[in-house]
């Protein structure tokens, strides 16, 4: 059934019709765009505008059709225009005239911008569950791996020790800034765009606050233009998605690197491990490799909805319909990722001896050093050449700090005494950082603990 067919003439060209077409994707939320209608026709019967009967009647009817699609013995007709049409033919094929009545006072501009609300506030809720999964295992692995030390780079190259519990630590982070991202999205896009019609709201006496309140909304939006265009918070939730993969990104790079011959740092389940068709010896990090890949594709979607969104004038457009493929695509890669990601965290073993012995060469402990000296009183510049000068020993003598004897120390530096190599020792290096946010155990088991109270909220 068209929703149009009065003003014209001639039928849509086949070509036309499928090209206008969004019933393949946007039957995606059809429970949201049947709950919109319920909603609607609530209000409508307590306005006054529709009989108690009717309501009924229609109410009834869209619950039956709701089921009847959940348990697939409603077929969605891939024939429609969209979702919007085939509800409402069902319902009058159903239910006869007072499925006409369903549409009074409303336009599938309002109404698909409602329908799309619910369905991202649903997905964001579903989000929110993944990453906070993602956040417990993370925690996990920070509470028994306070000790497993590792160096920590800048520029890639050896900086400081410091612990897997804190490395991992600032992924928690960044999946918790993500997580309250979604929040912010969540709560300034909770308004109800329903009863703003086509543009310039309707002419029947609507109670858009009930509407509003039986959807779960903070209440309505105030300008009826703006509530048919706006795609503010799709934008904004593309941008959030985006940082998310931004992060699992950087974080499969990781990943990929630690489980190479070279670092050898970890080892990938061979249950999220791939091979290789020709090279027998292989098991790859494909699974790092895709979540590292499908970043673009999010990030395409961001900016493609950023593109068709500016230059359009108030208020629908159709070219907004373009919204729906990119933004679901863009939820089920980020959801995808997230679930794949936390599995393959959660069966990775970590080789703690091949982290702590890299983390012991490469001069990691050259900083504790040239603190040492400042703690002797030699000036941080003086101590910081005198350590230079001892590293560039080191390296043409293949050897490292800590294996050289006091007499050595002591040519570069009469400052140096023999509580030098416990100054330099990794433990030491690490246990002493215990500022706020730093590696040292203390400062980690606090970190943890809020943590643990972050999670229990
Ligand atoms: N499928 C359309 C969309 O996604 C629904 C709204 C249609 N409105 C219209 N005026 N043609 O945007």
């Known amino acids: 059934m068209k929703l149009w067919g009065g003003r014209f003439t001639k039928e849509t060209n086949q070509l036309v019709h499928n090209f206008n077409a969004s019933i393949s994707y946007d039957q995606k939320f059809y429970k949201q ?78 109404q698909v911008a409602l329908d799309m609300k619910l369905y991202i506030r649903d997905e964001i809720t579903e989000i929110d569950a993944l990453l906070k999964n993602l956040l417990s295992t993370l925690h996990t692995m920070m509470k028994v791996n306070t000790k497993t030390f590792l160096p920590g780079f800048t520029h890639l190259q050896k900086a400081q020790p410091v ?36 543009l310039a709201g309707t002419t029947y006496p609507l109670d858009r606050n009930y509407t509003a309140s039986l959807l779960g909304f903070d209440g309505p939006t105030f300008n009826s233009m703006d509530s048919v ?34 670092y050898q740092f970890i080892e990938l389940d061979d249950s999220y491990s791939t091979g290789s068709s ?53 939820i089920d890669t980020v959801k995808g990722c997230l679930a794949l990601f936390t599995g393959m965290l959660s069966t990775m073993k970590i080789h703690t001896q091949a982290m702590e012995r890299s983390a012991k060469n490469g001069f990691t402990n050259a900083t504790d050093a040239a603190d040492y000296l400042v703690g002797k009183g030699v000036p941080f510049r003086d101590a910081h050449s005198i350590i230079g000068q001892l590293v560039l020993y080191c390296i043409n003598h293949s050897t490292a700090l800590e294996d050289l004897s006091l007499d050595k120390f002591q040519k570069f530096s009469p400052a140096f005494q023999s509580d030098i190599y416990d ?4 433990t030491t290096c690490v246990n002493k950082r215990i500022t706020i ?12 603990a809020w943590n643990e109270e972050y999670l229990n909220k």
Not at 184 to 192: F, G, V, Y
Not at 282 to 308: C, H, M, Q, W
């Open 229 to 262: 265009s706006d795609r503010d918070y799709l934008i904004e939730l593309l941008s959030a998605l985006s940082t998310i993969m931004m992060h699992l990104s950087r974080f499969s790079e990781e990943i990929i690197l630690w489980n190479s011959n070279e």
């Open 33 to 110: 765009d049947i709950a919109g209608s319920i909603a609607h026709v609530m209000m409508l019967a307590k306005q006054g505008i529709l009989t108690d009967k009717e309501k009924d009647q229609i109410i009834g009817g869209l619950n039956g059709i709701r089921e009847d699609i959940a348990n697939g013995s409603l077929k969605i007709d891939p024939t429609c225009e969209d979702i919007h049409s085939f509800v409402e033919a069902c319902l009058i094929e159903r239910i006869g005239e007072a499925g006409k009545k369903l549409h009074t006072g409303r336009s599938r501009n309002d």
């Open 278 to 330: 020709i090279m027998p010896q292989k098991k790859n990090p494909d699974i790092a490799e895709l979540v590292r890949g499908k970043t673009g594709r999010v990030y395409g979607a961001l900016f493609s909805l950023l593109t068709t969104m500016k230059g359009l004038p108030l208020a629908y457009n159709k070219d907004m319909q373009e919204d729906k493929e990119m933004t679901f695509d863009a």
């Open 423 to 426: 100054a330099i020792r990794l």
């Open 163 to 198: 612990t897997l519990a804190h490395h991992l630590g600032a992924y928690f982070e960044m999946f918790k800034r993500d997580r309250s991202r979604l929040y912010d999205i969540q709560k300034r896009m909770n308004l109800c765009p329903l009863g703003a019609g086509a």
């Open 437 to 448: 946010g730093a590696p040292g155990l203390k400062a980690m088991q606090e970190v943890i």
